[in-house]
């Protein structure tokens, strides 16, 4: 196939206005030279101001491709180079027991997905409950504000992520064809085409919770079992203490295996104390901390579209990054057009918040997470568990403050170091109970004091960012682990058999790369072993 690149048109286009483009492109004489083409990229071009285009990168199948590549000097056409994902061939060595993977958010979902469908029947032990239940769960906690532990926005089937805007753009660089295979499998299990293609692909919470069940019972079908409500609360090593022998589940029911994958996610807290007692290797890691800032959607979509308005334009996304003279950086994580602030807290006296959005992206307001990059040595210690006590002292205060609502602020009384009385322009989009409070009694005051000067800056990049009465939710804590598993080349810890993956083991930042990672460690235990045999 030939690959075109940069045929732009106007954002009211139809699909024969795109064919006749290509046609044009290629200069082909005879248009039924054209069998077919395939989108391979769709974005938006808002760089000139009287101008707004869709730009398209296309696969086109076609009569005599070698003779219209040879004629064609325009550096825009080649040759189409696929990368095809290839799970490796079956290792030699003998399980004796089935895989367990430990964790069902999208590193252990697409690990288990992959090893159960080539013949390994892996064991999911999910310490919350199924998507079914537990958005039934998160629903109740924000209309009441009652906490269950078990099962809430960071635990249980699909992880944290299940509870977010769905985001599919990773800046992990793809050599082997898993970007693809994930959102392949992503869209046979239900979620829509166009992720495919499109630039900066969401799903949306409310797809994405039917595609994590669809996975689950596609999973079941090839030989896999899941676990609800089953939380690894220990693990039996050899007499060498050197391998993995068995865990122990709910610290009653104990399975024996040769793999165990610690896909735990990054809010499993009373796990990674654990996992050190029984001598894995870990270290503390920087991550960020922040608040959820909103903002109406149609001031971002009138700077981001320069002002154009259109039906089939989606709701704008931004993207904001400084670098402070006190060595720290200040950035958008996350960034939920037309969505929602949400409680996603998972321990009691203690509140985190994040973003979500549906798939229609149709809230008034955009927000996004601005977080200030921390290190090892802001933490009070230096234990590799140090990260995880300085978030719960964040969050902390955060409950406290609101008294278990989210606490809200306005930007100037930020500033100003003052409690807001009520919202200015636009109200809040919240899912759950909130309150005005005083943020800056969540961070040192380094924190709070860079957090401002980042807002200061932004508006260079977006207009009036730094608005008196945009709205900020405090605390956003959880944007990656504060802890790193260490793993060999291999992808195992310092203990043969466990292979720490994803997001919580400190190797993915979202749900692309966790799902990737996911694969990796699929590929390297099949890799290792030969396929499972049960009798």
Wanted: with cysteine; glycine share 8%.
């Amino acid at each position: 196939m030939i690959r075109v690149n940069q045929l732009k048109l106007p954002i009211e286009h139809s699909e024969e206005m795109l064919r006749r483009q290509i046609i044009k492109t290629l200069h082909l004489k005879n248009e039924k030279d054209l069998i077919r083409y395939q989108i391979r990229k769709q974005s938006i071009d808002a760089r000139r101001k009287n101008e707004l285009s869709f730009v398209y990168t296309v696969d086109v199948e076609l009569k005599q491709e070698s003779m219209i590549l040879h004629k064609n000097k325009n550096s825009n056409i080649s040759k189409a180079k696929d990368i095809h994902y290839h799970f490796p061939d079956a290792g030699e060595k003998q399980l004796s027991h089935r895989p367990v993977i430990v964790g069902s958010g999208p590193a252990g979902m697409f690990c288990a997905y992959e090893l159960a469908k080539h013949g390994y029947c892996p064991i999911i032990l999910e310490r919350g409950s199924s998507v079914e239940e537990r958005t039934a769960e998160v629903e109740r906690f924000w209309k009441d504000g009652i906490l269950n532990p078990k099962t809430n926005v960071q635990f249980g089937e699909g992880g944290a992520g299940t509870f977010s805007d769905g985001k599919l753009n990773t800046l992990v660089k793809d050599v082997a064809g898993r970007n693809r295979e994930v959102l392949d499998i992503f869209v046979k299990m239900g979620a829509p085409e166009e992720i495919i293609y499109i630039n900066k692909p969401h799903i949306g919470t409310d797809i994405l919770k039917t595609v994590v069940k669809n996975i689950r019972l596609e999973i079941e079908r090839m030989g896999g079992t899941y676990c609800f409500f089953s939380q690894l609360t220990d693990i039996t090593l050899n007499g060498k203490k050197d391998k993995v022998e068995a865990i122990r589940i709910n610290g009653e029911k104990e399975v024996a295996t040769d793999v165990l994958v610690l896909a735990i996610g990054h809010s499993a807290r009373d796990t990674f104390p654990m996992l050190q007692e029984a001598g894995l290797m870990m270290e503390a890691k920087a991550f960020a901390v922040g608040f959820r800032v909103e903002h109406p959607q149609a001031m971002i979509d009138a700077c981001q579209y320069n002002g154009h308005k259109n039906a089939l334009l989606p709701a704008a996304s931004y993207k904001l990054t400084a670098n402070l003279e006190n060595h720290r950086g200040v950035y958008s994580f996350c960034m939920c057009p037309g969505g929602y602030v949400v409680n996603a807290s998972s321990e009691e006296g203690m509140l985190a918040v994040n973003g979500m959005s549906y798939h229609a992206r149709a809230g008034q307001n955009a927000n996004s997470a601005i977080i200030i990059s921390v290190r090892p040595d802001d933490f009070e210690g230096n234990g590799p568990l140090a990260g995880i006590e300085f978030q719960r002292k964040l969050e902390k205060n955060a409950y406290r403050i609101g008294n278990g609502a989210i606490p809200q602020q306005l930007y100037g009384d930020f500033k100003e170091n003052r409690i807001s009385t009520g919202y200015g322009a636009f109200e809040s989009t919240t899912k759950g109970a909130h309150i005005f409070a005083n943020l800056r009694e969540i961070f040192p005051k380094e924190l709070a004091a860079s957090f401002q000067a980042g807002m200061e800056l932004f508006p260079k990049y977006i207009p009036d960012y730094n608005r008196e009465d945009a709205i900020l939710s405090g605390v956003e804590s959880r944007t990656s682990s504060p802890v790193r598993i260490t793993r060999d080349e291999s992808f195992e810890s310092n203990i043969a058999g466990i292979y720490p993956c994803g997001e919580g083991a400190g190797y993915a930042g979202g749900i692309m790369s966790a799902a990737m990672d996911g694969l990796k460690v699929a590929e390297a235990i099949a890799g290792k072993y030969a396929k499972l045999k049960i009798d």
